[in-house]
T-cell receptor, first 114, second 110 residues
Framework: GAGVSQSPRYKVTKRGQDVALRCDPISGHVSLYWYRQALGQGPEFLTYFNYEAQQDKSGLPNDRFSAERPEGSISTLTIQRTEQRDSAMYRC????????????FGPGTRLLVL | RKEVEQDPGPFNVPEGATVAFNCTYSNSASQSFFWYRQDCRKEPKLLMSVYSSGNEDGRFTAQLNRASQYISLLIRDSKLSDSATYLCAVRGAAGNKLTFGGGTRVLVKP
């Protein structure tokens, strides 16, 4: 079946603009995670949802970052007033339930802030 | 000190040889451990979970040492296609988030 999909795959924006990154998890997956990955580093946790409830947002760097999953399926990560340091690969992952299942990653959105 | 640390490598491995590398973690309450493989410009993909008793999947063997707080991955009979970055991931006692190491790069050469 279809895996995790993310859009856009690439986003170039100017400093100060807002961006919205979308994640469509594997159908039926309850848990959805957002990570950020810098070049040459491992993914860094940002936030996660079970259904529509945001369970942990401890990894969001500051209040310019927010995420939602209003219907418990598709999620949007929004970055307001982007800064050059926000440039990175933003990855979404999903897992089947709320236990300790495998997390499946999407292809990511590469964000470049000029 | 980072929560999860890995030797970045690269480990240059002759084809057919064995390579092993570790990942250390700082939180003794960590519950679950994983090895992910990441190819250049691709998403991480689960290679194997790491169980307390150690586990093997074909040419890959994973071990957990709770006393010294590290996990290891051993690759036997290395193939050219094993060239990748290997990420270790640790899940804590509470919540589902994974904490990743920086990855170990492995290059298998003919």
């Amino acid at each position: 079946g279809a895996g995790v999909s993310q859009s856009p795959r690439y986003k170039v924006t100017k400093r100060g603009q807002d961006v919205a990154l979308r994640c469509d998890p594997i159908s039926g997956h309850v848990s959805l995670y957002w990570y950020r990955q810098a070049l040459g580093q491992g993914p860094e946790f940002l936030t996660y949802f079970n259904y529509e409830a945001q369970q942990d947002k401890s990894g969001l760097p500051n209040d310019r970052f927010s995420a939602e999953r209003p219907e418990g399926s598709i999620s949007t990560l929004t970055i307001q007033r982007t800064e050059q340091r926000d440039s990175a690969m933003y990855r979404c992952a999903s897992s089947l339930g709320t236990g300790k299942e495998t997390q499946y990653f999407g292809p990511g959105t590469r964000l470049l802030v000029l | 000190r980072k929560e999860v640390e890995q030797d970045p490598g690269p480990f240059n491995v002759p084809e057919g040889a064995t390579v092993a590398f570790n990942c250390t973690y700082s939180n003794s309450a960590s519950q679950s451990f994983f090895w992910y493989r990441q190819d250049c410009r691709k998403e991480p993909k689960l290679l194997m979970s790491v169980y307390s008793s150690g586990n093997e999947d074909g040419r890959f063997t994973a071990q957990l040492n709770r006393a010294s707080q590290y996990i290891s991955l051993l690759i036997r009979d290395s193939k050219l296609s094993d060239s990748a970055t290997y990420l270790c991931a640790v899940r804590g006692a509470a919540g589902n988030k994974l904490t990743f190491g920086g990855g170990t790069r492995v290059l298998v050469k003919p």
